[in-house]
């Protein structure tokens, strides 16, 4: 189900698919007024989809048309609230603003695969919690089983109960080892990480190693999941070794994903490079956060060594660990 399901983005410029999204709205809303919402005047009603479809594409909203081979199933709409955004705002949090199955599509799985879908489109935004206020006839039903909790906590605009879930990062299997591009580069450049971890914080500067082109493809490279960048890796042939560093997204950082992002970089450096043998790898020795991680993905302590540390004549322990050789 979840691979089968095309998602497409609205954008104001494609005409086409705005006349479809406004007919779907507008069933999506009269069954809502059905289910005991305020009814929306009609004036109204139209101002506030067209006002909906004026932001999509150049925003970082997410409203996309679902569709199963060419059959149009349903939309959903979400986004991750800023301080700066219009009304009320959990700073944030992921917020499922509207979301709909056509009738005759539902209790087939479409709203669960829907929802994993828009669940990885916000953690990538950064969401660690979304909220929704939900529908009570279809809505509420559907919430908890895909695990959202009633907060008791009102909403101030449509005085709905508020519903919560932490979100959780989900790998789609669609991830790919690339080589870097300008785009993608000017990209890493700006990651920063949050103390301790600060020393890996990202330096984009012109004469850095990651802007050096000619490594590009060759020893530097993205793990991306089409246009979200999910970490920076690198690799260097030393005799029968393969040496290899990476960091992921700060915004992926923390949510226990570190193992299973460790596991994909090296699939990808095993099927980029062709290299079968070892792989190695250099960590601080105080970074357990890593080294758990490395440790669950397999690596194995070699020895201990004494190294300078990035951008500074400082010398610190690091721990060599091996990944052994596949056949
Ligand atoms: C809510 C909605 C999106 C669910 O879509 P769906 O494709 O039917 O959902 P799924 O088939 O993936 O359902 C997943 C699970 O949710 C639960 N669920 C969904 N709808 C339910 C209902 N009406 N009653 C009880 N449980 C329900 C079930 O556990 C279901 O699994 P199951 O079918 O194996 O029992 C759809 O009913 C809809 O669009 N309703 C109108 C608009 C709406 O309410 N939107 C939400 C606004 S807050």
Redesign the pocket.
């Known amino acids: 189900m979840e691979n089968k399901i095309k998602y497409v983005q609205l954008s104001v410029d494609n005409k086409e698919e705005c006349a479809v999204f406004e007919k779907l709205m507008a069933a999506?809303v009269k069954?809502?007024d059905e289910h005991g919402h305020d009814p929306m005047p009609e004036g109204f009603l139209q101002k506030w989809i067209k006002s909906i479809i004026s932001i999509q594409g150049a925003s970082d909203r997410h409203l996309e048309l679902c569709y199963d081979g060419d059959t149009l199933i349903?939309f959903l709409y979400g986004k991750v609230d800023h301080e700066d955004h219009k009304g009320f705002v959990k700073p944030g949090y992921g917020y499922i603003m509207?979301?709909?199955?056509k009738p005759e599509?539902?209790?087939?799985?479409?709203?669960?695969?829907m929802f994993r879908r828009l669940e990885w489109l916000l953690t990538h935004d950064g969401a660690d919690k979304m909220y929704?206020?939900?529908?009570p006839?279809?809505?509420r039903?559907?919430?908890e089983?895909?695990g959202f909790l009633a907060t008791g906590e009102r909403s101030p605009e449509n005085k709905m109960e508020i519903y919560e879930k932490s979100a959780s990062f989900d790998w789609s299997g669609r991830e790919k080892l690339m080589p870097l591009t300008e785009e993608t580069a000017a990209e890493i450049g700006g990651w920063r990480y949050e103390s301790p971890y600060d020393a890996y914080s990202f330096r984009g500067d012109a004469d850095s190693w990651l802007m050096d082109r000619s490594t590009w493809g060759t020893e530097q490279f993205c793990l991306a999941d089409g246009d979200r960048i999910i970490g920076h890796v690198t690799c260097q042939n030393d005799g029968d070794d393969l040496w290899v560093g990476w960091s992921m997204a700060p915004r992926l950082c923390g949510k226990g994903s570190g193992a299973a992002f460790v596991k994909k970089c090296v699939t990808g450096l095993r099927r980029v490079t062709g290299h079968k043998g070892r792989i190695m790898l250099r960590v601080a020795a105080w970074n357990q956060r890593a080294i758990h991680a490395y440790q669950k993905a397999g690596f194995t302590y070699v020895e201990t060594i004494q190294d300078e540390i990035a951008y500074s004549d400082h010398m610190e322990d690091f721990w060599v660990m091996e990944l052994k050789s596949v056949n």
């Open positions: 999506y069954e809502l349903g509207e979301f709909y199955v599509y539902r209790r087939r799985g479409y709203g669960r695969a929704l206020t939900a529908d006839v279809t809505g039903p559907f919430w089983a895909m």
